[in-house]
């Protein structure tokens, strides 16, 4: 079963404009999710990330919210810019009987194409 | 460069062969992690690593595959007689146990693997 599902596979928005990607999840036991970009032949690198604790955070143009209830997250890129077209992965992590996090489950990702 | 390092980048091999991989973690950090990544999908946790010890691994790592981390530093994934669903991009991460950041992964740049 897809524990975080990205419904849309892929997105095209004009360069300048807002990036909204959107990710669901179902396991309720998930505290923390990060938002990972891929280019081709390279690996995941990590953008924003959330806990639970929070609805919102910001890091220049990469803003994610959760919305817990919905056990719904995006991720808003303004302005949106060529080098950004890239597949846009949500992850997330539940809180072991450890206390910390480790293994993330990941969506199937969203291809961004951002046009000039 | 002080990231996530992996060797090789691709391998070619024939079915029943065996092949080994190496993940060389960012130096202070104490979590090692592998993935593996199929076509159209997000990366899947295969095991992990606290300093020395193996503390999980996921059903997807069947007998045939084994992970090692001999002095809590570099990582080897071995996988014995492969097979063609064997073929995938294999992905190691690492991160930090506590202080700032310590849920998020810092990956390498895979190494792919086709089985012919």
């Known amino acids: 079963d897809q524990q975080v599902k990205q419904n849309s596979p892929s997105l095209s928005v004009q360069e300048g404009r807002i990036s909204i990607l959107n990710c669901d999840y179902t396991n309720s036991m998930f505290d923390y999710f990060l938002w990972y970009k891929k280019y081709p032949a390279e690996g995941p690198t990590f953008l924003i990330s959330?806990?639970?604790?929070?609805d919102k955070n910001e890091d220049g143009r990469f803003t994610v919210f959760l919305n817990k209830s919905a056990k719904h997250l995006s991720l808003h890129i303004v302005p949106s810019q060529p080098g950004d077209s890239a597949v846009y992965f949500c992850?997330?992590?539940?809180?072991?009987?450890?206390?910390?996090?480790?293994?993330?489950?990941f969506g199937k990702g969203t291809l961004l194409t951002v046009n000039p | 460069d002080t990231g996530v390092s992996q060797d090789p980048r691709h391998k070619i091999t024939k079915r029943g062969q065996n092949v080994t991989f190496r993940c060389d973690p960012i130096s202070e950090h104490n979590r090692l992690y592998w993935y593996r990544q199929t076509l159209g999908q997000g990366p899947e946790f295969l095991t992990y690593f606290q300093n020395e010890a193996q503390l999980e691994k996921s059903r997807l790592l069947s007998d045939r595959f084994s992970a090692e981390r001999p002095k809590g530093s570099f990582s080897t994934l071995e996988i014995q007689r492969t097979e063609q669903g064997d073929s995938a991009m294999y992905l190691c991460?690492?991160?930090?146990?506590?202080?700032?950041?310590?849920?998020?992964?810092?990956f390498g740049p895979g190494t792919r693997l086709t089985v012919l």
């Open positions: 992850a997330a992590s539940d809180n072991n009987s450890g206390g910390s996090n480790y293994k993330l489950t």
């Open positions: 991460a690492s991160s930090r146990t506590q202080g700032a950041a310590y849920n998020e992964q810092f």
């Open positions: 959330i806990s639970s604790i929070k």
